[in-house]
Antibody, heavy 122, light 107 residues
Framework: EVQLVQSGAEVKKPGESLRISCKGSGYSFTSYWITWVRQMPGKGLEWMGRIDPSDSYTDYSPSFQGHVTLSVDKSISTAYLQWSSLKASDTAMYYC???????????????WGQGTLVTVSA | DIQMTQSPSSLSASVGDRVTITCRASQSINSFLNWYQQKSGKAPKLLIYDASSLQSGVSSRFSGSGSGTDFTLTISSLQPEDFATYYCQQSYSLPWTFGQGTKVEIK
């Protein structure tokens, strides 16, 4: 079974750093990009960026460029999303997803991880 | 960035109703359009990819159509388990973007 399992909920203070994880299993981890998506409380889905686990190449949404860092450790089939200095506005649910592709270059997200809730509060 | 606009933002429907949700892109995206279902407190789930391809394991009452800028998701006969929020998403150009969501509620 293909699945992505994310790390548990985090409660942090503004200014603190954080790294959350997403572990893939049941497929060739280095053959598919991993996408990260933010969902703020009561809001919709926002694409943050993607990473190629084979070479760690990344693409970021301009809205998140410079605020977060994507990385992978392919030896343990795990992708990471990290912040160096959290803000209260980073409070959200964060999802990772396996990025599949079709013959015409269309790409889609499946499956998704279960989500990691990040709460940033003084 | 390509803007994705869904309509309506919410709708109320009864079990057995035919439901149609529309997604419009701010520029042509060919068929690079996917649909996801998100139930309360759960991760999104892929329903349709490449505008009209049904994801394996998804009920055939879900269907997608469209190309260019206008797309639709149709639920042929609404079931109790279909009450959720639905999102479209384009993968034509970076940054990939989602619609704002359509919440389907029980009438």
């Amino acid at each position: 079974e293909v699945q992505l399992v994310q790390s548990g909920a985090e409660v942090k203070k503004p200014g603190e750093s954080l790294r959350i994880s997403c572990k893939g299993s049941g497929y060739s981890f280095t053959s598919y990009w991993i996408t990260w998506v933010r969902q703020m409380p009561g809001k919709g889905l926002e694409w943050m960026g993607r990473i190629d686990p084979s070479d760690s190449y990344t693409d970021y949404s301009p809205s998140f460029q410079g605020h977060v860092t994507l990385s992978v450790d392919k030896s343990i089939s795990t992708a990471y999303l990290q912040w160096s200095s959290l803000k209260a506005s980073d409070t959200a649910m964060y999802y990772c997803a396996k990025t599949n592709y079709g013959g015409n270059s269309v790409q889609w997200f499946d499956p998704w991880g279960q989500g990691t809730l990040v709460t940033v509060s003084a | 960035d390509i803007q994705m606009t869904q309509s309506p933002s919410s709708l109320s429907a009864s079990v057995g109703d035919r439901v149609t949700i529309t997604c419009r892109a701010s520029q042509s995206i060919n068929s690079f359009l996917n649909w996801y279902q998100q139930k309360s407190g759960k991760a999104p789930k892929l329903l349709i990819y490449d505008a009209s391809s049904l994801q394996s394991g998804v009920s055939s009452r879900f269907s997608g159509s469209g190309s260019g800028t206008d797309f639709t998701l149709t639920i042929s006969s609404l079931q109790p388990e279909d009450f959720a929020t639905y999102y479209c998403q384009q993968s034509y150009s970076l940054p990939w973007t989602f619609g704002q969501g359509t919440k389907v509620e029980i009438k």
